[in-house]
């Protein structure tokens, strides 16, 4: 019979791509890790594991294994749920992971809430980019992530989603800028500005260049940070121009169709009916409407 925690180890090797990584992920040794996969292997009489240097590859086999390891995993979260619905679930910690303006525009207000509609609830909240969110859920150190729809695979069966907000994107023009007091801004007339931008893996920087490229040029990027704020005040120092969400800085509309951020909150599979996700989820929604 194959043991369920070596399917979990297989899964965070799929996820991670090297045997360390995903010992980080488990809290273990990474000899731990590739005793647990030989030991699976062993288990299921099929090698399942390519190994290319340090990085690691699924074979076949070991593909159609993490498939029914998330088959696994899904119906553990949902017996979860079941009992925890039995014994009511009304008491307990729910750890959030969300961006800093989805804290403020839904977190927090739905923290709020929830201290007084159902003060048994704890709601730890880690302030994490988005894209971050989602490897944090799947290894278990979050229960719920708020992140950008479009850093979600479409086909991963490990998650549900369930949309919360979407807000337009804003042009942040420097005092004194050329086209400051206009009611909108074509982005075409700032191909010749520097720009101030997230960095790199961070998905609102993919959201502006390819805006900008839409708009017939790629942006001079000049300045980069995470943060928003930081954004917002190099662009008010005179650094460059900026184009962000609208919940992190107010600016100055695009002019025609504006890049959308569309924000959800997401949970692993199988957990959505845990009456404790359930009470956080409907919070979050109130908070958004």
């Known amino acids: 019979m194959i043991d369920p925690?070596?399917?979990?180890?297989?899964?965070?090797l799929a996820d991670h791509g090297t045997v360390t990584a995903a010992a980080q992920a488990l809290h273990l040794t990474p000899s731990a890790?590739?005793?647990?996969?030989?030991?699976?292997?062993?288990e299921v009489g099929q090698s399942l594991l390519r190994r290319r240097g340090r990085r690691v590859s699924l074979t076949a086999a070991g593909e159609l294994l993490v498939r029914h390891a998330n088959a696994v995993a899904a119906e553990l979260e949902r017996a979860e749920a079941t009992l925890a619905a039995f014994t009511s679930g009304s008491t307990g910690p729910v750890e959030v992971g969300s961006f800093a303006s989805a804290i403020t525009q839904v977190v927090a207000p739905a923290l709020a809430a929830l201290r007084v509609a159902a003060p048994g609830v704890?709601?730890?909240?880690?302030?994490?980019?988005?894209?971050a969110s989602v490897p944090l859920l799947l290894d278990g150190e979050i229960d719920l992530a708020i992140t950008e729809e479009y850093r979600l695979r479409t086909d991963d069966r490990r998650l549900t989603r369930f949309p919360l907000y979407t807000e337009p994107f804003d042009v942040v023009l420097p005092p004194e800028h050329r086209l400051e007091g206009q009611p909108d801004v074509d982005l075409a007339e700032l191909a010749d500005d520097d720009w101030v931008v997230t960095l790199p893996g961070n998905p609102v920087r993919d959201v502006?260049?390819?805006?900008?490229?839409?708009?017939?040029f790629a942006p001079r990027i000049t300045h980069t940070s995470d943060d928003f704020r930081a954004i917002g005040a190099l662009v008010r120092a005179g650094a460059g121009v900026a184009l962000v969400p609208r919940n992190a800085v107010r600016g100055v509309p695009v002019?025609?169709?504006?890049?959308?951020?569309?924000?959800?909150a997401a949970v692993r599979r199988g957990s959505e009916e845990h009456p404790l996700i359930r009470l956080v989820r409907d919070a979050l929604l109130d908070a958004v409407r």
């Open 208 to 216: 502006v260049q390819q805006a900008c490229e839409h708009a017939g």
């Open 33 to 42: 890790v590739s005793q647990q996969l030989a030991a699976l292997e062993s």
């Open 5 to 12: 925690r070596r399917l979990r180890v297989l899964r965070a």
């Open 255 to 264: 002019c025609g169709t504006a890049p959308l951020r569309r924000v959800v």
């Open 122 to 131: 704890t709601l730890r909240v880690r302030d994490v980019e988005g894209h």
